[in-house]
């Protein structure tokens, strides 16, 4: 089980012996838990394989909740989602597994809310979310009568199941300038269509008939009356987005979408430099592709500079002379950057990472860091690829 070794291997031992302590694991020797994170593998697998086949699962099943919880976006929610109490213990534990052990471990509702909230945040801007317009300074209905409401719209739209469990809870959110945004989410889980796995029923197989879970959510921010949704199916999001304006916050939509953002790579037919603050830790950025469309739209030219000394202008001027796609003639239609950070404590060697554009609207900054993604989006608007903002 790779997720057990990852939490054994980067929790300190303290936090280790108070989840077990609290889980029916008998331990045959003594385990010496202030030791180092090594020794205690051993120990510690083999009470687990001892577990009957239901404890072995739930453990597993904790630890790959909490090892979900390591990335940027799980930390930051983690964070946000505690009390301030919490805050203060969480910011004195080492390691990030360790942290969120520590929150499944002492208060799982709160850890439940940091994991839709990060669910949320890792859906923005990808495939399974939708942004709309609304107007500001509106309040979330929160009593019995709006969830009711809104589960019953729930319910008669998607006409699978009976059962809804609505969540309804306070966040924020820092934007790129650093500013913190006041939130208000709602998560709905609903009950879809039975279906059915097959299991050992003594020696003979049986249909084991269940009715999975689905998730939805949305956002709603007072200060720029954004709602947010979280939904499978573009077309179905509008609906509930307006179904959501309805019960929860008293007014109407149109199911108006917020502008998308668009990317301005003609920025990158001048050769340049681009500036950075030094706080930010970047030691270089280079142009490393450009993908090319003719005009005619008959044919695509990609060039990329695969060495370090070169660059993406002098390779089209030394392959095509006075023919440069740079020259006119053509359009970028993708374009990929590296940036290079200095060594730091977590990368003494220092890291680089590439950022790829697409004409109008791509951009794989969503799948970075959330560091990275701060840092990678301040400086496409500085540098004037950004043309306008998801608000």
């Not at 453990?59 to 989602?81: C, H, K, W, Y």
């Not at 107007?135 to 409401?149: F, M, S």
């Not at 949305?218 to 609906?239: D, H, L, M």
Request: glycine residues 6%.
């Amino acid at each position: 089980m790779p997720v057990v070794m990852r939490l054994l291997r980067n929790t300190p031992g303290s936090e280790l012996q108070a989840y077990f302590a609290e889980r029916p694991v008998e331990f045959p020797e003594p385990v010496d838990w202030t030791g180092s994170n090594g020794a205690l593998v051993k120990p510690v697998l083999k009470a687990i394989d001892a577990l009957s086949e239901v404890e072995r699962e739930r453990i597993r099943i904790d630890f790959e909740r909490a090892d979900r919880m390591t990335s940027d976006v799980g930390q930051t929610a983690l964070m946000d989602i505690a009390s301030p109490e919490q805050r203060d213990i969480l910011r004195d534990i080492a390691t990030r597994h360790a942290r969120a052990l520590w929150l499944l471990r002492n208060d799982e509702k709160r850890f439940r809310r940091a994991e839709e909230a990060s669910f949320f945040e890792n859906s923005r801007r990808g495939r399974l979310w939708d942004g709309f317009v609304a107007p500001t300074g509106l309040k979330v209905g929160r009593e019995v009568v709006h969830l009711e409401a809104l589960a019953g719209e729930v319910k008669q739209f998607f006409r699978e199941g009976q059962k809804i469990k609505i969540e309804v809870f306070d966040r924020s959110r820092m934007d790129l300038d650093g500013e913190i945004k006041e939130l208000v989410q709602v998560t709905i889980y609903r009950e879809g269509l039975p279906d059915s796995v097959s299991v050992f029923q003594g020696d003979d197989l049986e249909p084991l008939v269940y009715r999975p879970v689905y998730e939805l959510a949305f956002t709603y921010e007072p200060a720029s009356g954004v709602i947010e949704v979280v939904a499978q199916k573009k077309a179905r999001r509008t609906e509930l987005a307006r179904m959501f304006a309805k019960t929860l916050l008293g007014h109407a939509i149109e199911g108006q979408r917020i502008p998308l953002r668009r990317y301005d790579l003609s920025v990158f037919m001048t050769e340049r430099e681009f500036e950075r603050d030094p706080e930010d830790g970047i030691d270089d950025v280079r142009l490393r592709l450009v993908k090319f469309e003719t005009f005619d739209e008959r044919a695509f030219v990609s060039i990329e500079a695969r060495t370090e000394e070169a660059t993406v202008h002098g390779e089209a001027r030394r392959l095509f002379g006075e023919r440069d796609p740079f020259l006119g003639g053509h359009r970028i239609v993708e374009a990929v950057l590296s940036v290079r950070f200095k060594p730091d404590t977590v990368n003494p060697r220092g890291r680089t990472i590439t950022i790829k554009l697409r004409h109008p609207n791509g951009c794989d900054l969503k799948d970075k860091t959330e560091k990275e993604r701060l840092i990678g989006e301040k400086y496409l608007r500085r540098w004037r690829v950004i043309e306008d903002l998801i608000v």
